[in-house]
């Protein structure tokens, strides 16, 4: 579409999946950071994407530039306020994170919204949020041991979770007929 | 699932502060303890904190209700320093097989989960005491926020009870039909997935019709938009940012003074 | 002002091969309160929508012209207001004084003038709450008059109603009619799809009929299309007044064996200690007004919820070995196969991609043979189907779906919460037909329900809760 002004079932939409994941965000915090906590860091990075899955069903669903961008902030402000175990620093994470997958799409100028875009897409934002949490959180540990493996995993979970995960979740929504107002809802077969 | 974002009405003398300055004096704050990484700092944020949290309207009580998940997250980076922490200098405390825990992996875990808590207290108190409604009211009045925007994620953000209440819903629909994990952490993952699409698709179903009533009240008519509710920016609220800006400074001139200082980047 | 012309107007939405409505020509003149009926799919709920200008030119085909006052409706939109069926998808804001000023901050209109205006449409709607109440805080009536004071406060020439009580139970279905009666000027013209007719009949002054393969089939005085119409409308699923439905049926044989009893059951700020028992081959309808725990109770009968207090035992004939424990302790398979809950909305309980692997998602956990997937697919006129996808049915076939997924892993007892609400009248006919079928097939079958004709038509006793 070449009309990038934003409806008001746009706005309202991008917004409510960012809820919703904040809300989810919420349950799997719980769970990230409680049983998960079994597997130790680095290799628990390997459930990362999830955190960055609204970052790229929001582009892919929206298709309009800054959709990446307002529904990761969404998510990330919702589930601070009610109370995530990371805090504050979200309000920056978030943004940040959001500015990664929507740098692919717009290098992309807006137009590809496949398979390898929206993958390509949760790769950056991992990344992005694999440096953030590497800088500020664990500046003391070593880059051998512990930076370059979270980087690394932290980027390849973002790419099949958020990227892959976020286009096979368009699909299946496309499919129950919630989409039809947007344009990855007409890709569907007339019927 | 119960959220728990109950609102504190109060009417404390920093509960009231205009909820823009409240965010923006939140993240100065947060910035500012961002920056180190030694112990004192935010241990220092955290006891200003706590004396500031009266003010704010919002007792102990609800604040470790609200707080508690603060230190599952607190036990995993203390875990995965102890683990990955480079720094092994300063005498061994004790050691967990090939892993030698040093006085100098301790301190800078401690540093960590002291910054934790120091950055996660801010925005308990920002979003205990600040009113959805308020806070969308002054991001368009006072910060110029687009207000198609701000009040449009407003109105997503009302529907949250009504997710709650969905996904309880959909858990129990699940039963019925027969669906359930068992114990099973592969089916359990698949069963949250599951419930987690069919959340998914009553909330999109439930914003597009949202959206199309906004509309059909004039949201998109391009009309400016008045405003039924005020919100100021008083010059008490540029007291408190002032206020805020002067509490980092300070913590920071007594962690450099103290030789304790040591930046993040660089 | 607010007179309506339509000539020769139609609608496709993007992605659709079928037009959703198609050669409609009308003139409404101002002041008209007009009532729009059509069998299921006939396009009102699109014509509505078309007037009050919210069919962008990017999401579908237009052809023809409809106007108010001679603008195109999508010029004229400030001269429109519509109340549609959801109370909770139309209120924007969280307290009620502001969900009325929404509109009128969108119009622009300045603060001095504008809390009064609100004062004025929550006083002429009856709704004495304080400005801060929370909307969520409000009944379902209640609500839906507040979505119409957002409207009124706006001063449409043109209210649109998009079947307004649909959602409601039917206490506050006539909170929002009495609403409607007081607040409605006789200067407003009046537009309303409603799918229960004989409480808004009085209310109206012409019945337009549009077919379902498009175009306007009657219109009229409400006495005389009913009179000429009244039955291919009722055979179209619509509810008549006047038109006779099927005899009642009671069940053919006396009641076997209990299958579950509750046994002062109760939870706390939901349900008051309650008994009851279900029989093989009874149909027992739940009655009792809204917020006294009817769905709860079907909740806990359906082992889905576990007590606060008392208990729900399950008999050896129900339970077979695992009468020891309480439903709400059994394996998800287990309970399948012995108690089927239907729920309210039965989207809650999809859980495939295909109406076929719906069916087949019961049989499957069981292990058991999938023929009776089609048995059912057939039983439930749902053949055609098969392929789709559960979410993008109609009302009425998701219903049918719901109910079908329940009966594949063949329980003997049916638990299902208000099955018939918002169905139109063929659907409801064949529902009433299939459970007094499964009843004297000997199932339990437990209704909670508001309906007042299924009480009649099928229970063959009643239970009424209390506040």
Same mark, same amino acid.
């Given at each position: 579409m070449s009309n990038n002004r934003w409806r008001t079932v746009d706005i309202v939409v991008a917004a409510v999946l960012g809820v919703a994941f904040g809300v989810v965000f919420w349950a799997w915090g719980l769970l990230y950071n409680g049983p998960a906590d079994a597997i130790p860091l680095p290799a628990r990075t390997l459930l990362y994407g999830v955190w960055l899955l609204p970052a790229v069903l929001g582009a892919l669903v929206i298709r309009k530039p800054g959709a990446a961008l307002f529904t990761e902030t969404v998510a990330a402000l919702v589930s601070v306020a009610f109370g995530t175990s990371w805090g504050w620093t979200l309000v920056l994470q978030g943004p940040l994170e959001g500015l990664g997958a929507e740098l692919v799409f717009a290098l992309f100028a807006y137009r590809v919204y496949r398979l390898p875009v929206a993958a390509l897409a949760g790769a950056v934002a991992g990344l992005v949020a694999a440096l953030y949490d590497v800088l500020y959180w664990y500046p003391g540990n070593s880059w051998a041991s512990f930076g370059v493996p979270y980087l690394a995993l932290t980027a390849a979970s973002s790419l099949v979770i958020a990227g892959g995960g976020g286009w096979l979740l368009t699909r299946a929504l496309v499919n129950t007929g919630v989409l039809d107002r947007f344009p990855a809802g007409r890709e569907r077969p007339a019927v | 699932m119960t959220l728990s974002a109950v609102m504190v009405r109060s009417s404390a003398p920093l509960a009231r502060r205009n909820p823009v300055a409240k965010l923006v004096a939140a993240t100065v704050f947060a910035v500012g303890v961002l920056a180190t990484l030694d112990p004192l700092t935010p241990a220092l944020a955290i006891a200003a904190e706590l004396v500031l949290l009266p003010l704010f309207g919002v007792g102990y009580g609800t604040l470790l209700r609200r707080g508690w998940p603060l230190l599952l997250s607190v036990f995993g980076v203390v875990l995965t320093t102890i683990l990955f922490g480079a720094n092994r200098d300063g005498a061994s405390v004790f050691a967990v097989g090939p892993i030698d825990v040093t006085t100098g992996v301790l301190t800078v875990a401690l540093g960590l989960a002291l910054r934790l808590v120091a950055l996660a207290l801010p925005g308990i108190m920002v979003f205990a005491t600040t009113d959805p409604t308020d806070l969308a009211d002054a991001l368009v009045q006072n910060a110029r926020a687009p207000a198609r925007f701000a009040i449009g994620t407003l109105a997503a953000f009302r529907l949250v009870p009504l997710l709650g209440q969905e996904w309880q819903a959909l858990r129990m629909a699940r039963r019925a039909r027969g669906v359930d994990a068992g114990g099973n952490p592969v089916a359990a993952a698949r069963l949250f997935a599951g419930t987690v699409f069919a959340l998914l698709v009553g909330a999109i179903r439930r914003g597009t019709r949202l959206a199309t009533a906004m509309d059909a009240r004039g949201f998109d008519s391009g009309t400016p938009r008045t405003h039924a509710r005020e919100q100021t920016f008083t010059r008490a609220d540029w007291l408190f940012l002032v206020g805020a800006v002067l509490l980092t400074a300070a913590i920071l001139t007594v962690s450099i003074a103290t030789g304790t200082f040591r930046p993040v980047l660089g | 002002m607010g007179a309506v012309e339509l000539r020769g107007f139609g609608w496709r939405h993007a992605g659709r091969k079928a037009w959703a409505v198609r050669g409609v020509d009308l003139s409404i003149e101002r002041g008209e309160r007009v009532l729009l009926l059509g069998p299921s799919g006939a396009g009102k709920s699109t014509l509505l929508a078309a007037l009050a200008g919210l069919l962008a030119d990017d999401s579908g085909e237009r052809e023809g012209t409809a106007e108010i006052d001679g603008l195109d409706t999508r010029k004229a939109r400030e001269r429109v207001g519509i109340v549609f069926q959801d109370p909770a998808t139309q209120l924007v804001m969280s307290r009620v004084g502001d969900d009325v000023a929404f509109g009128l901050e969108n119009r622009g209109v300045p603060r001095a003038e504008l809390w009064p205006r609100v004062a004025d449409a929550l006083d002429a709607v009856g709704l004495t709450h304080p400005l801060d109440r929370p909307t969520h805080a409000l009944s379902g009536g209640e609500q839906q008059r507040l979505a119409l004071a957002g409207v009124l406060a706006l001063r449409p020439d043109l209210l649109l109603l998009d079947e307004p009580t649909a959602n409601l139970d039917p206490a506050g279905a006539s909170l929002v009619r009495s609403s409607l009666n007081a607040a409605v000027s006789r200067e407003t013209t009046v537009i309303m799809v409603e799918h229960r007719l004989a409480e808004v009949v009085p209310f109206v002054d012409r019945v337009v009929v549009l077919a379902a393969g498009g175009g306007v089939v009657a219109s009229g005085p409400p006495a005389r299309v009913f009179g000429e119409h009244g039955a291919a409308l009722a055979a179209d699923g619509i509810w008549v007044p006047g038109q006779p439905?099927?005899? *009642? #049926?009671?069940? +053919?044989? !006396? *009641? $076997? @064996?209990?299958?579950? +009893?509750? &046994?002062?059951?109760?939870? !706390?700020? #939901?349900?008051? *200690? +309650? &008994?009851?028992?279900? #029989?093989? =081959? @009874? !149909?027992?309808?739940?009655? $009792?007004?809204?917020?006294?725990?009817?769905? +709860?109770?079907?909740?806990?009968? =359906? $082992?889905?919820?576990? *007590?606060?207090? $008392? #208990?729900?035992v399950a008999s050896a004939v129900l339970a077979r070995d695992d009468a020891a424990r309480p439903p709400h302790r059994w394996r998800a398979a287990d309970l399948t196969a012995r108690i089927g809950s239907v729920f309210q909305n039965p989207e809650h309980q999809f859980v495939a991609s295909t109406v076929r692997a719906e069916l087949a998602v019961g049989p499957r956990r069981l292990g058991r043979p999938l023929a009776v997937v089609d048995e059912l697919l057939d039983r439930l006129h749902l053949d055609h189907l098969a392929r789709a996808n559960p979410y993008t049915l109609s009302g009425g076939e998701a219903r049918r779906l719901s109910v079908a997924t329940a009966l594949a892993s063949a329980p003997r007892l049916l638990v299902l919460d208000e099955p018939t609400f918002g169905q139109d009248r063929r659907t409801w006919v064949e529902l009433v037909a299939l459970l007094a079928d499964l009843r004297d097939e000997g199932h339990g079958v437990l209704a909670v329900t508001h309906d007042p004709a299924l009480v009649e038509a099928l229970a063959d006793r009643r239970l009424e809760l209390a506040p």
């Open positions: - | - | 439905l099927p005899a *009642p #049926r009671r069940a +053919t044989a !006396a *009641p $076997g @064996e209990v299958l579950v +009893t509750a &046994d002062r059951v109760a939870l !706390a700020q #939901r349900l008051a *200690p +309650t &008994d009851l028992s279900v #029989r093989a =081959g @009874e !149909a027992l309808a739940v009655l $009792g007004p809204n917020g006294v725990g009817k769905s +709860t109770l079907a909740l806990m009968l =359906g $082992g889905l919820l576990r *007590p606060g207090a $008392g #208990r729900v």
